[in-house]
């Protein structure tokens, strides 16, 4: 309590700092390629630490239409390292989607719901930097990504006043799973002392929530989609737990059985199928993962997927980056996922389902959906832990398990408990939903902000 207490301090002094007019200096005038549109957008840095000049950057989306009466919407990406400007903007759910030399729009932005503040988090990720040691950033953990997600959120609210008493609701995607609970804990904290964030929902994507739980489901899904044989789901269910694993490799003793175990489901699945969904043809020239550092032995494992390529071809370009107001720190070229960021991978070991709960408890609406096809954070992991939540908190199911609609095609499964907890499956949909279920995940959103059950007919 008392580091919270100096970290409000901290808050309250940036109050007196008037930024809001930096606002119009973050103003996109027109992305290179861009298509003409009606709405605006920003784009640029918040300083976290001064004395350190550690600062992060953010793409601002307006909504459509009328963003004034629309809520904000904190979209954060996982990894943990990974960019929420490139995948969850470029690749995801942002307005446009590069295409050769320009880029294209999105029928299915989420734009259209809302106003989108895309953060590239922690420092080091992206175009987010730390100028005060470029060559090797320090050891990031879960901690400092929250205290500086947090402080980055309250000054962006002194450039954008007219957005601090709009309804906020935070979304994200894997590791996500633990920066949003995290940060969103800190948030209800800081306002039994001061009323600063008007959150009022949070969204988890496959999220990473209990690591042995989430990690263990994976031998189920890989067997029940005939991706390994019978023995090595024997092996795997009955000889290794994922529980332990992260601290073992660290310590380098994985026993030896479980190490040919992982290695024998590598060697099953291929590397010619997209870990992060199943079904999903690969793109053979791709080389890049949305959440590369889950496990650690899956660094060398990349998710081919060509709009990623795009991505990177883009936002790699000068007269981008000029018009991004973005610049390279330490690095010389933007990537999708960091490969200069040191996190403290032991704190993947630590659950933040437990967060959820308590969030549940002050009147959070939280939302945990999963495409079905992703094989990393399986949907069965996730549905066990949503269901132990509910039971554990006396919500009673109001929506049985049922499926949704999206138009006349069945969109997914949801059931709602206490009618503030939901667990909602997008059919078809891979690791990155609004990626390869774009349509679906716009109707799962849109449910989401009105707070209303998802369409159970077409």
């Not at 100096?6 to 973050?26: G, H, I, Q």
């Not at 929250?146 to 957005?163: G, S, T």
């Not at 024997?234 to 310590?251: D, G, I, P, Q």
């Not at 495409?371 to 269901?387: E, T, Y």
């Amino acid at each position: 309590m008392a580091a919270v207490m100096l970290l409000l301090v901290v808050l309250c002094a940036f109050m007196v700092v008037n930024e809001a007019s930096l606002a119009e200096s973050d103003k996109i005038l027109k992305l290179p390629g861009q298509p003409t549109v009606e709405f605006q957008q920003f784009s640029g840095y918040v300083t976290v630490d001064a004395k350190k000049n550690r600062a992060l950057f953010y793409y601002f989306v307006e909504a459509e239409v009328d963003p004034v009466s629309k809520p904000l919407v904190l979209w954060l990406n996982g990894g943990p390292g990974c960019s929420s400007l490139g995948v969850g903007a470029f690749s995801e759910n942002g307005p446009f989607r590069p295409n050769g030399q320009g880029l294209i729009r999105n029928e299915y932005s989420w734009n259209t719901e809302a106003n989108m503040l895309y953060l590239e988090t922690p420092v080091g990720v992206g175009f987010s930097y730390d100028a005060s040691n470029s060559s090797a950033y320090e050891v990031v953990t879960d901690a400092i990504t929250a205290r500086d997600n947090l402080v980055f959120l309250h000054k962006w609210f002194l450039k954008f006043p007219q957005y601090q008493q709009r309804d906020l609701f935070i979304t994200g995607e894997s590791y996500a799973g633990h920066y949003i609970p995290q940060l969103a804990e800190l948030m209800v904290k800081f306002n039994k002392k001061q009323k600063i964030f008007n959150l009022k929902g949070i969204a988890l994507g496959n999220p990473v929530l209990e690591y042995a739980t989430d990690l263990n489901s994976r031998a189920e899904f890989f067997w029940s989609h005939g991706l390994i044989s019978d023995s090595t789901y024997k092996l795997f269910t009955s000889a290794c737990n994922y529980s332990r694993y992260v601290s073992e490799y660290y310590r380098d003793s994985v026993s030896p059985i479980c190490a040919k175990v992982y290695s024998e489901v590598s060697r099953e699945t291929s590397r010619f199928v997209d870990k992060y969904d199943v079904t999903l043809d690969v793109c053979i020239p791709s080389v890049l993962s949305q959440s590369k550092i889950i496990v650690p032995q899956q660094v060398t494992e990349r998710v081919d997927v060509c709009v990623e390529d795009e991505t990177v071809n883009y936002l790699n370009r000068r007269d981008v980056r000029r018009a991004l107001h973005a610049r390279l720190v330490g690095v010389r070229k933007w990537d999708v996922c960091s490969n200069i960021l040191d996190y403290e991978l032991l704190n993947i070991e630590i659950p933040t389902i437990n967060i959820v709960g308590s969030l549940i408890k002050e009147g959070i609406r939280v939302l945990v959906y999963s495409g079905d096809q992703d094989s990393v954070i399986p949907l069965m992991g996730s549905r066990a832990l949503v269901n132990q939540l509910a039971t554990e908190l006396g919500l009673k199911t109001t929506v049985p398990y049922r499926a949704w609609f999206e138009g006349q095609q069945v969109g997914g499964w949801t059931q709602v408990y206490g009618n503030i907890f939901s667990f909602a499956t997008v059919r078809g949909a891979s690791h990155e939903a609004p990626f390869s279920q774009p349509q679906r995940s716009l109707v799962l959103f849109r449910s989401f902000l009105k707070g209303n059950p998802l369409p159970e007919t077409f």
